[in-house]
Nanobody, 123 residues
């Protein structure tokens, strides 16, 4: 089992920044992907960013490219999502997720999920 715990959400004005953290514990595997998803009220969960843990490669949804950065701290088994230039449309519950193997944008391919953290961007 893998346990994921997110932190760092909150309320921020448009144009501001937040950094989300996701601490992983339990069973770990070198060939894994860590992902961030978000779900706005009344909408489906959508992919935001993914990181291949061993190689460090990353992938982003177009709407956050240039504004968000996913990164890892291997020593602390933690993945981060640095969010800059936030917009009201970024408001959502953000979830950290993990899967074995290659990166994917499909949420059903991720086996492990955190509890979510709320991000609210005011205009």
């Amino acid at each position: 089992q893998v346990a994921l715990v997110e932190s760092g959400g909150g309320l921020v004005q448009a144009g501001g920044s937040l950094r989300l953290s996701c601490a992983a514990s339990g069973r770990t595997f070198s060939s894994r992907t860590m992902g961030w998803f978000r779900q706005a009220s009344g909408k489906e969960r959508e992919f935001v960013a993914a990181l291949n843990w061993s190689g460090g490669s990353t992938y982003y949804v177009d709407s956050v490219k240039g504004r968000f950065t996913i990164a890892r701290d291997s020593a602390n088994n933690t993945v981060y999502l640095q969010m800059n230039s936030l917009k009201p449309e970024d408001t959502a519950v953000y979830y950290c997720a993990a899967k074995s193997g290659a990166m994917s944008v499909i949420n059903t391919e991720y086996r492990y999920w955190g509890q979510g953290t709320q991000v609210t961007v005011s205009s």
